[in-house]
């Protein structure tokens, strides 16, 4: 079966236990930033594995855009940057996805000064980019704040010593891809070190950078004055690979997948183990089952913690879990928006403005309903509900797909822009998924 190329709005017909086999496609999280810091070579590079998504190709438009190559075939994507001669990436892609602010350094290096509109991504909370700006500026770029997005300037570029306040995936990125051409040395403090970061640096090393990452989550980087253009498949989609697992969960069946290593996914299985499930892992595959879910309590933090991306699927899954659980959102202000349509499926969720699992989190007192507790077993309606952003898309897939009554999904273009072919998959599971007439 072949997936519709633009589907608006699905209607998704439950069909009880999901079981199967899916292959995880590379890592959405990873490929963009793989793309970003090609434009840092002045020849070819080939990234693959990639997923198929709307995603890679608003980043493939913005990097032509400044006059790179990009062609993408089936699952690679090759990006030759050889030619690159604009430096201001069109407002029309304003508010797309992160990866303008991080476009910023390597332009910066190419050209001498970058202009980019205002980044968007999904509305999960304020998303700030100060700590990008104040690590280009220590750089020694001059950047400015326009109406419309960011103006920089760099004559050149040094090493500086950075320390985040908080350990940002997005201004780690941006200060690997500035370092690694900056003069000098930079050392960076405090850096995220999931997964995809890390993937970034393996990149970058393979393009020739000089980089190091202490135990103690500190970047040191020596700056480079070229860099060579580099081939990497990239690693199993983390987020996919977990959505998939509990989507076989949420319905009483069993999904296996392949494609995404274990060790990406170590605080998942932990977590849902704690849960009940049962695994079996081999060199290939991770596959999980369970007879009867039990409810959880669980708060989301920076790499090895349970990622912020697994919590809308696991909200769904305690919906099918005996007892009360209970999950804090500590990375995202606003991520726990996407509820209220689960309750309209009958989904027993509450919200809270407290910190109700672990340690309090920079969300305290702020009045953001950032806390869920989870009423399970509760049976799921089907409806017709709106997605609102890629994570929550997927999590209403699920409850659609663990629903009593058939629903109708809108917004399919969030589910297009973060997983790959999700109508094939789900439809090789046997869930009963058709497009809509729009
Ligand atoms: C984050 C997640 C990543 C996830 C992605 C998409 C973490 C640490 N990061 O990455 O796992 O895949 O979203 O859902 O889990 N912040 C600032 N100022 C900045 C940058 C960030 O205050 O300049 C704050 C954000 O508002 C947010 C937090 O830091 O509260 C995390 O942001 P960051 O890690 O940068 O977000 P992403 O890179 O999008």
Redo the contacts with the bound molecule.
């Keep these: 079966m072949t997936a519709p190329p633009s589907a608006p709005s699905w209607a998704i017909e439950p069909v009880g236990p999901l079981h199967g086999d899916v292959r995880i496609s590379g890592s959405k ?1 990873a490929v963009s930033k793989l793309m970003v810091a090609a434009l840092l070579a002045d020849g070819a590079s080939t990234i693959a594995n990639a997923p198929r998504l709307s995603d890679v190709e608003i980043t493939a438009g913005m990097l032509r855009s400044v006059g790179a190559e990009v062609v993408i075939e089936e699952d690679r994507v090759v990006i030759d940057a050889g030619t690159l001669a604009e430096s201001r990436i069109p407002v029309s892609y304003s508010g797309l996805n ?1 990866m303008p602010i991080l476009l910023v350094g390597p332009l910066l290096h190419r050209i001498g000064e970058a202009f980019v509109p205002f980044v968007g ?2 509305r ?10 104040d690590a280009l500026r220590q750089f020694g770029a001059e950047v400015e704040l326009t109406d419309q997005g960011l103006e920089a300037k760099a004559v050149k570029l040094h090493g500086a010593r950075i320390r985040l306040n ?6 780690t ?1 941006t200060v690997l891809l500035t370092a690694v051409q900056a003069e000098g040395r930079t050392v960076l403090e405090n850096a ?1 070190v ?1 997964p ?1 970061v890390v993937e970034l640096a393996l990149f970058l090393q393979r393009m020739g950078a000089r980089i190091e990452l202490q135990p103690d989550r500190r970047f040191v980087i020596e700056g480079v004055p070229h860099l060579a253009g580099a081939p990497q498949r990239l690693g199993g989609d983390r ?1 996919e690979a977990f959505s998939y697992m509990v989507a076989g969960l949420a319905t009483g069946g069993s999904v296996r997948i392949t494609g995404c290593a274990q060790e990406r996914l170590v605080t998942a299985i932990t977590t849902l183990q704690r849960m009940g499930a049962s695994f079996e892992i081999t060199d290939d595959s991770i596959t999980a089952t369970a007879d009867h879910l039990r409810s959880c309590a669980v708060r ?1 933090s ?2 090895p913690g349970f ?3 697994w919590q809308p699927p696991l909200v769904v899954l305690c919906t099918r879990a005996h007892g009360m659980s209970v999950v804090h959102e500590t ?3 606003d991520r726990l928006g996407y509820i209220d349509a689960l309750q309209r499926m009958k989904a027993e969720v509450e919200l809270f403005e407290q910190c109700l699992v672990g340690d309090p989190c ?1 969300f305290q007192e702020t009045g953001a309903r950032h806390s869920a507790l989870v009423r399970g077993v509760s049976p799921l309606q089907g409806a017709e509900v709106e997605m609102p952003d890629i ?1 929550a898309a997927f999590a209403y897939l699920i409850a659609a797909a663990a629903a009593d009554s058939p629903s109708i999904l809108h917004g399919v273009h969030h589910l297009e822009r973060g997983y790959d072919q999700v109508f094939d998959k789900f439809s090789e599971l046997g869930l009963g998924i058709r497009q809509l007439d729009s």
């Design positions: 999280n992160r991504g999904d999960i909370g304020a998303r700030p980019v100060d700590l990008h700006v908080w350990p940002s995936v997005g201004a990125e995220a999931e995809e987020i989301t920076p790499h990622m912020t991306d990375i995202f202000e920079r994570r």
